[in-house]
């Protein structure tokens, strides 16, 4: 007899909810977490600016009315002490913290075929076993963390935007380099451009940023409450798993727009803000010309904020289309760089060779910094999986996803028995407002594992040709669109050796739902349940 029904890898969002799940259903159940706090992505990355790109009233559970009629956020976007201080307020509230083990790693899982359970190992070498493993280990939890050589040497501080020090950083007045320019970047710049003595960017790709247009939102949070639970249940029916305002109404096509109209709406989309940019149109990434005129319309706002045009350049984006990476969204970014204490580096034109001890020598140039600020992203989405040693019978998941992920529904994978993955590979996950995807996961799961108590079943896996349908249509899904043309960390791109293939679903959370629910109604079709 296993150690616990189920065991949950994770305490962010969602580890959280499973765990709630877990004992409304009255199963045993213990999650491991590696750090010594609940939170997951908003614990660790506390660095200055950070806050969430999906708006607060979308980025929040909605499993429980009174949660979510209680808790007021404070601004449209919510910076990360007040979402850590909501996920601390969810664990308190449903006493969660006594089934967590913190400062804890899994290391090794094994399913045992025998008795249908998995053998889990932890950093401390405790051993445990589990009938069912539910991974909410986060698809940006594993830091690239890329070598750069000679950061040994340097004399300076070295701070990382995913484990940021727990009392901060004092960088005023300092000489601060930051390399990378994704959202974590760019928010940190944005944060330190005012009181850093100086700050050098150094830029590898630039970002397409949208401004947030951030505010306080007491008047809408209250309009929203009235009618919650509505309002989430349109939510999860939309493409992104949020409303962008705009309730299940479908963007315009662009080929049914004239140019006039199309800027038109590209401009509405703009002042309204953050990243419903990208549903200005419905083909945006999907027709080449509907995303050439959206990139054009960006590239146009750089140019109107940055005052010296050679500059402006150099943070303009031209090699992948707009989208296909993860946009930005910014408060007052471009600005930072009409500030005199502020220094470009286009890595494209003066490669990053090496750190020494006073800095970073870019091209024929040495920087001389006090601190720099590591911004480099993270091994998504099989990056935490790839860390634990799984093993099934003969086989690794490491050694079976080499070639690139493989899954029904991102949920499970063939020949690995009950072990599910929360916002796993080839589901929406980062393509959407992560909250919507990690509740329809974890209520997917929990009614799984009800399910197959109900039957007195032990045992659940993919049939290996659904997982060959759902991985070649991910892919085809993939391939229509315009997402591979860029090298980002939805491709694995940024990984030396990852494979390249496209790693979440493109097909959009409603029809994803469709797609779940169809499936579970369906006797679980395409799953072999013992
Ligand atoms: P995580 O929050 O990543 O939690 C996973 C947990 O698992 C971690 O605490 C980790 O320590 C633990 N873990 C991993 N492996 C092991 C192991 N082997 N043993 C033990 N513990 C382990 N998404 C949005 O939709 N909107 C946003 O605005 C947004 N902003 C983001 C900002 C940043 C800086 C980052 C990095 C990501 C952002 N995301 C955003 C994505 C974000 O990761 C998700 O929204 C969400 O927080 C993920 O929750 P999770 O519980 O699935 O994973
Ligand atoms: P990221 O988007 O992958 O950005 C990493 C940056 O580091 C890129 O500019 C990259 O350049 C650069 N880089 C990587 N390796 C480098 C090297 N060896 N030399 C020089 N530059 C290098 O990572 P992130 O900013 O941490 O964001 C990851 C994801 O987390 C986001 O896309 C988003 O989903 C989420 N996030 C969201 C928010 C938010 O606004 N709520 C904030 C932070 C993170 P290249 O582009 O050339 O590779």
Redesign the pocket.
Known sequence: MADHDVLI???????LYQLYKMRELGFTARV????PEV???????RYPG?R???ESIE?SYSFDPELQREWNWTERYAAQPEILTYIRHVADRYDLRRDIDFD????AMEFDESADEWAVTTDDGTRTSARFVIA??????VPTAPHFEGLENFAGEVLRT?EWPLEGADLAGKRVAVVGTG??GLQTITAIAPTVGHLTVFQRTPPYAVPAQNRPIADELAAVKERYPEFREVSRLTRGGAQCGEGLAYPPFFPDLDTDAANAELGRRWEGGGLCYQQAFYDLLLDPEANDLAAEYVRARIRDKVTDPTVAEKLTPRSYPIGAKRMCVDTGYYEVYNQDNVTLVDLTEEPLRRITERGIVAGDTEHEVDVIVLATG?DAMTG?LD??DIRSGERTLRDKWADGPRTYLGLMSAGFPNLFT??GPQSPS?L????TS?EYHVEWISNALEHLRSQGLTRMEPDPEAEDDWVNATNDTADLTLFPEAASWYMGANVPGKRRVFLPFVGGVGIYKQIGDGVAIANYHGFECA
């Open positions: 890898i994770g305490a962010g969002f969602a580890g491991v977490e590696a750090g939170g997951g992505t908003w614990y660790w990355n950070a969430c790109d999906i980025y804890t790693r899994v290391v909410a280990t986060g698809c940006l939890s995913w959202s974590s993270f935490a860390a634990i929360v916002t980062v959407s407002n992560m909250l990690i």
